[in-house]
């Protein structure tokens, strides 16, 4: 996995710490984790964006369209799931399908990562309970989540087409097989409109 710079966790090797304090350490992780796939398709370090970088962007997304879209999705449990979703990372890397890692391998490595972080934590245990409710997509608020992250993605994709870094034909493709709740679809579609317009 190529990464801005070593595990933070690594600097606090044999110095005893709060648990929180070790968790941070440990989730700093997501922010020198670069996005492989941008990388893979040809966008240089400098322009790409991180795995906390994603996450962000993906939480204020799903805030935004929960808030105009969803009023029966309960709100905090969205933004909770937006922001573990990638905990996974912190130790598994960011695994896509050019790494031919089956799903199961992937899960069971992402899972270690996520109890490894959390699960010394006081709430540790609601939390990954949380994770693995998304990676199960065993609600509605998951559910929703999983099509924020391949919407984000999207976006992602086009901004940086636009800015000539990466064509987003692959990334809209991937994300138009899992978004399906109105009004998603239509943002999808808006985007790829804009992929026709001029600069």
Known sequence: MQTKAPQPVTLLKGISTLALIEAYFEFNQLKQLYRQGWLRRGAPPER???????????AVLAMLIADGHFPALDKLKVLRLALLHDFGEIYAGDIVPDDHIDAATKHRREQEAVQQVLGKLSHGEAYLSLWQEYEAGASVEARFVKQIDRLEMAMQAVVYERQHVVDAGQFMESASLIISDPPLPAILEALERLRGARD
Do not use: D, G
């Open 48 to 58: 790409c964006e991180s795995v906390a970088e994603h996450t962000f962007s993906a």
